[in-house]
């Protein structure tokens, strides 16, 4: 199952079971907007889907909490009754989510107070070679005493190798040069984002939300703020000159780096197929035509 159906398959059951009850026998079309600006709006309005075609997300929604009744209520009830014959007078909750959670809470517990403090330690050797200053860290080799992790856990040990290169002279016996590149990291999205600026500026949530709704609408240097997604559309990348120059209009000390910046990207970021939709959209058409006509 793919992570994108999660929260459709919930909306989707929702509004399923309110048409349902509403007894709808008009068609019902869906509105699926996955990015907010202009062109993908337009094209998600020009290509608005059938609800039938959605209807597989609705009874595995609905398989899924007929699955959770059927598991809670009877283990509820049998681990009640075993529970009150041990003395315990009380409902014994059993449920798919509650169980797991609570397992994996006291599985944490559990390790927390059998935990055994334990000491390990590093040796460093500061060195200077043609006026440079090089700090080097040891690597325990097989006649040392090492924890699992290959660290030093003897303290007379770390005693002997530190007198014994004391003021001694060191030799660089050879030398390993490796190239490497790395990826630019992923777009923040919107809660990764408030987690970072609290801890490096101690920024509440909610400030961090105003200064990026401020950029989005005022600045026009960011994409839209209010949304979990870390993946980016290909409107977006068409849309990397006007941003660039935004940030130049916005912040002249960077105009160097914006003219040095690509406007074109390979980044895996740019992956439309990867972006939860936010938004799903329901429209009655009958509805809407005869809302026109009055």
């Given amino acids: 199952m793919s992570q994108q159906e999660i929260p459709i398959r919930k909306r989707n059951y929702l509004i399923d079971e309110i048409l349902t009850y509403c007894n709808n026998q008009k068609p019902v079309l869906r509105l699926l907007i996955a990015d907010l600006n202009d062109e993908p709006v337009k094209k998600a309005l020009a290509n608005m889907q059938p609800n039938e075609k959605f209807k597989h997300l609705t009874y595995k929604a609905m398989a899924r909490a007929i699955a959770d009744q059927i598991y809670g209520y009877n283990l509820t009830r049998a681990y009640t009754l075993k529970a009150r014959e041990k003395g315990f007078d009380a409902v014994l909750n059993i449920g798919r989510v509650i169980t797991t959670l609570i397992g994996m809470v006291n599985e944490r517990t559990l390790a927390n107070v ?30 040392i005493d090492m924890d699992e992790k290959h660290r030093f856990i003897s303290d007379h040990q770390v005693y002997l190798i530190q007198e ?27 809660s ?44 977006h990348l068409a849309n990397a000159g006007s941003i660039l120059t935004a940030i130049k209009h916005t912040a002249q000390t960077l105009s160097d780096c914006v003219e040095q910046a690509a406007s074109t990207s390979t980044h895996k970021a740019f992956n439309a197929a990867k972006i939860r939709r936010p938004s799903c959209h329901y429209s009655n058409r009958e509805k809407r035509r005869a809302h026109h006509s009055d």
């Fill in 114 to 143: 059998r935990h055994v403090k334990s000491f390990y330690y590093d040796v460093t050797g500061h060195m200077q070679i043609n006026d440079q200053g090089i700090t080097a860290k040891l690597q325990p080799h097989d006649d």
């Fill in 164 to 190: 014994a290169a004391k003021n001694e002279t060191a030799t660089i016996t050879s030398i390993v040069t490796t190239h490497d590149t790395r990826p630019a990291p992923m777009p923040f999205n919107l």
């Fill in 192 to 235: 990764k984002l408030q987690i970072e600026a609290s801890k490096k500026w101690g920024y509440k949530p909610k400030q961090t939300l105003d200064i990026v709704q401020s950029l989005y609408e005022k600045h026009k240097l960011l994409t839209y703020p209010r949304s979990d997604n870390q993946f980016l559309s290909d409107a």
